[in-house]
């Protein structure tokens, strides 16, 4: 481990004022540098969004927190690109307000965050609190700051990126298992949209509630979690279906050629 101070670029989703942000920038700060650069308002459920057709605004807060009129992933770009003046050692983003587990990786802001953090080739880690609340806060943002210096001690924050998700349970610190390793589990499909009729009489919509968890069995996220440990879950960019590129490729060849005038 080198002697110098991690240099942390630290985001989230639900806005620079979060308390999760707040109380994880204060554990970090007692051995890392950390700059905060986090969206200005809530962008739950904004993956990994970027802002393409409208100009990004930077401002910096009286906590001293820097704060963007854009998605999580806005203000990881925007950092990394220009603004820092230098490449962090590390992309942490949360503590997320509530869980983001199975299928929630994929809509998930804070999750986007980290995975912008990840396709600049840079270690990112994403953290979220399983229940929504900040009940046990202090001891979540302890046990990430545990996690984050025992890998900076053990050389494991290099040059060569990666990606981890990381559910923590709201449990004082003394009732928290250990940190397991896992895949993502499943949800069962969302909850049917919400309808109301507006003051105009017109029909609004609401997106409904994720749904219940269907995959939930031994070695998933939402397993250790249940059971009190810390989800540890390494993610990957790569959408390709490797396992079914040959019956794709068979299929592929069957399809009639088109003309060409």
């Given at each position: 481990m080198s002697d110098r101070r991690l240099k942390i670029l630290l985001s989230n989703d639900d806005g620079y004022r979060a308390e999760g942000?707040?109380?994880?920038h204060a554990q970090l700060s007692t051995f890392a540098d950390v700059e905060v650069v986090a969206p200005e308002h809530n962008n739950s459920a904004k993956s990994n969004a970027l802002t393409l057709n409208a100009p990004l605004y930077v401002h910096r807060a009286d906590n001293g927190f820097r704060f963007v009129n854009g998605t999580p992933a806005d203000c990881v770009h925007i950092a990394l690109t220009g603004?820092?003046?230098y490449r962090p050692d590390l992309v942490v983003s949360g503590i997320n307000n509530?869980?983001?587990?199975?299928?929630?990786?994929?809509?998930?802001?804070?999750v986007?965050?980290?995975?912008?953090?990840?396709?600049?080739?840079?270690?990112?880690?994403?953290?979220?609190?399983?229940?929504?609340?900040?009940?046990?806060l202090e001891?979540?943002?302890m046990r990430a700051t545990d996690i984050i210096r025992d890998m900076h001690v053990q050389g494991l924050i290099a040059q060569a990126p990666w990606l981890l998700n990381i559910n923590i349970p709201n449990r004082p610190a003394h009732e928290m298992g250990a940190s397991r390793l896992c895949r993502l589990g499943r949800r069962h499909a969302a909850e049917p949209v919400i309808t109301q009729i507006s003051?105009?009489?017109?029909?609004?919509?609401?997106?409904?509630?994720?749904g219940p968890a269907m995959d939930a069995g031994e070695g998933t996220d939402f397993h250790a979690t249940a059971q009190g440990q810390?989800?540890?879950?390494?993610?990957?960019?790569?959408?390709?279906?490797h396992e079914r590129l040959g019956y794709w490729a068979q299929t592929v060849a069957r399809l009639a050629p088109k003309s060409v005038s």
């Amino acid at each position: 481990m080198s002697d110098r101070r991690l240099k942390i670029l630290l985001s989230n989703d639900d806005g620079y004022r979060a308390e999760g942000l707040v109380a994880l920038h204060a554990q970090l700060s007692t051995f890392a540098d950390v700059e905060v650069v986090a969206p200005e308002h809530n962008n739950s459920a904004k993956s990994n969004a970027l802002t393409l057709n409208a100009p990004l605004y930077v401002h910096r807060a009286d906590n001293g927190f820097r704060f963007v009129n854009g998605t999580p992933a806005d203000c990881v770009h925007i950092a990394l690109t220009g603004l820092l003046g230098y490449r962090p050692d590390l992309v942490v983003s949360g503590i997320n307000n509530g869980a983001n587990m199975g299928d929630d990786t994929l809509y998930s802001g804070t999750v986007g965050a980290a995975m912008e953090g990840y396709l600049f080739g840079i270690p990112a880690m994403a953290f979220s609190q399983v229940d929504k609340g900040w009940q046990h806060l202090e001891a979540a943002a302890m046990r990430a700051t545990d996690i984050i210096r025992d890998m900076h001690v053990q050389g494991l924050i290099a040059q060569a990126p990666w990606l981890l998700n990381i559910n923590i349970p709201n449990r004082p610190a003394h009732e928290m298992g250990a940190s397991r390793l896992c895949r993502l589990g499943r949800r069962h499909a969302a909850e049917p949209v919400i309808t109301q009729i507006s003051p105009r009489g017109e029909t609004m919509y609401w997106i409904g509630n994720a749904g219940p968890a269907m995959d939930a069995g031994e070695g998933t996220d939402f397993h250790a979690t249940a059971q009190g440990q810390v989800s540890i879950t390494p993610l990957r960019v790569d959408l390709t279906d490797h396992e079914r590129l040959g019956y794709w490729a068979q299929t592929v060849a069957r399809l009639a050629p088109k003309s060409v005038s």
